[in-house]
């Protein structure tokens, strides 16, 4: 067994891990010293300040598996004791990371994307920290550029300043690392390649982007023909784009999100997930079985398809409509308690899941909350709370009806049936997030004299007594 360290080593940080994000696992915990990024390994090296720290952490994800961004990583003691500058200069160069020595080049990965980034918009952030030479916009681990600038000195003081920040407010976030190239060659000054020291280049404004890069026009994300340079969602919706990822949206999709999330997605989602199929792991095999992850899973989007693992009991596949849907059933669920279990969330490996006869087809189901109102339904999107809304209630309901209905799941705190535009509806507040959540999975889609009632989570705090 590894002895105690104060040195982590983690394993599987992908490119769109960044620095800050490894620094918020575990900043809990105690004060993180150092941290070397092997970028080439898909592996970082993270000194707490003292050894109690680090078991701390290891203690807490030896019972939590540990995700960033619907990735699992992994973390163990190293056989380091320490991190010394040889450890973060010359290991990681041997190791072939990025980030190994200052250079004049930057590599830039751009997390959260939300809005189209044009070399216009690097160089406006960029530019304020010396002179931009040459940029380069590309497509490999997510949307990545190359920022050349005429010194090092211009580049260390630009990633200084701007590693971890976001570009727009909430989105955009910037994961800078120094190249290992020694220049850019750019033959086209257009929104994605510019020579600012040789403005005469031509700009290939006719001809086609590649396929393999660039996704068909009416993605949700775009660059507009013509060179325009910010461009947000409400300028977007309903134009001819060009999409920055894989995952192409009906333009309605769009729509309903930047209603419902005002132009910003939720904290954590990144919107450029294309997995549809997300694998539940650690469920009570006892009580669970399909319709109860559907009305669970459906808050989020659209289910087509689920099938538990008779092999594994205590797992299950779900397959839905798109895969922002997928990304927000993960982000919010991840670690939610429902019978007794804390839920393993993550994207399967699988991009759907085939018709058999153990799994359940759920496509063409009445049920599924996003075949209309859509932007209200993504309002809903939260984090199991204690609060569940309930709606859809029979004209003559009492709201003793209404708390006999779902007592059982658990000790109802308050409760209020109110109505709103002509309907009836009530709030119920549980003792705890987990029977609230037990009371929805079982009681969403039942009927009460006679009318089938619907169950969300509500992110109310209170019960206000008007």
């Not at 680090?54 to 019972?63: A, E, F, K, M, N």
């Not at 918009?121 to 380069?136: A, N, R």
């Not at 993960?330 to 839920?343: E, I």
């Not at 999107?381 to 004209?395: E, N, R, W």
Request: proline fraction near 4%.
């Amino acid at each position: 067994m590894t002895e105690a360290s104060k040195v982590l080593h983690i394993r599987n940080v992908g490119a769109e891990i960044s620095e800050n994000d490894l620094l918020q696992l575990v900043q809990r915990f105690g004060t993180v010293t150092k941290l070397v990024m092997l970028r080439a390994k898909n592996q970082a090296l993270m000194q707490m300040h003292d050894i109690p720290s680090s078991i701390s952490v290891l203690d807490h994800y030896s019972t939590v598996q540990p995700s960033i961004r619907g990735r699992n990583v992994y973390i163990q003691f190293s056989s380091h004791q320490e991190l010394t500058t040889t450890d973060q200069s010359g290991q990681t160069r041997r190791n072939g990371d990025q980030d190994s020595q200052p250079n004049r080049i930057l590599l830039v990965t751009i997390h959260h994307l939300l809005y189209p980034i044009t070399v216009e918009v690097l160089h406006q952030v960029f530019s304020p920290h010396g002179f931009v030479e040459k940029i380069v916009i590309f497509q490999k681990s997510g949307l990545q550029a190359f920022v050349q600038y005429s010194s090092r000195q211009n580049a260390v003081q630009a990633r200084n300043t701007l590693q971890g920040r976001n570009i727009y407010d909430g989105c955009c976030q910037l994961d800078i690392q120094f190249s290992n190239l020694t220049e850019l060659q750019v033959n086209y000054n257009n929104e994605r390649t510019r020579d600012f020291t040789n403005p005469s280049l031509p700009s290939e404004q006719k001809h086609r982007l590649p396929a393999q890069s660039f996704g068909e026009a009416g993605g949700m994300y775009g660059i507009q023909p013509g060179g325009s340079s910010t461009v947000s969602l409400h300028h977007m919706v309903g134009a001819h784009s060009m999409g920055l990822n894989s995952i192409q949206m009906p333009v309605a999709n769009a729509s309903a999100i930047m209603e419902a999330f005002g132009g910003v997605l939720p904290r954590g989602v990144m919107g450029n997930n294309d997995r549809c199929t997300v694998l539940v792991a650690n469920l009570n095999p006892e009580k669970i079985d399909e319709d109860k992850l559907f009305n669970l899973f459906s808050i989020y989007g659209n289910i087509l398809r689920i099938k538990l693992l008779r092999n594994k009991p205590d797992h299950a596949l779900i397959q839905m409509a798109d895969g922002l849907q997928a990304e927000l059933a993960v982000n919010f669920l991840k670690g939610a308690l429902l019978f007794g279990k804390r839920l393993e969330v993550n994207f399967s490996k699988h991009p759907q899941i085939h018709p058999s006869s153990d799994s359940i087809d759920y496509s063409g189901s009445k049920l599924n909350r996003f075949n209309r109102n859509m932007a209200k339904n993504y309002r809903y999107c939260c984090s199991p709370t204690k609060m569940i809304h309930v709606s859809s209630l029979p004209a003559d309901v009492s709201e003793d009806d209404v708390i006999s209905h779902l007592e059982e799941h658990g000790n109802i705190i308050n409760s209020k049936l109110f109505e709103a535009n002509g309907k009836k509806q009530a709030l119920i507040l549980f003792e705890n997030e987990e029977q609230a959540t037990e009371a929805l999975v079982c009681k969403h889609a039942t009927t009460i004299d006679g009318s089938t009632i619907r169950l969300s989570f509500s992110q109310l705090q209170s019960i206000s007594a008007s």
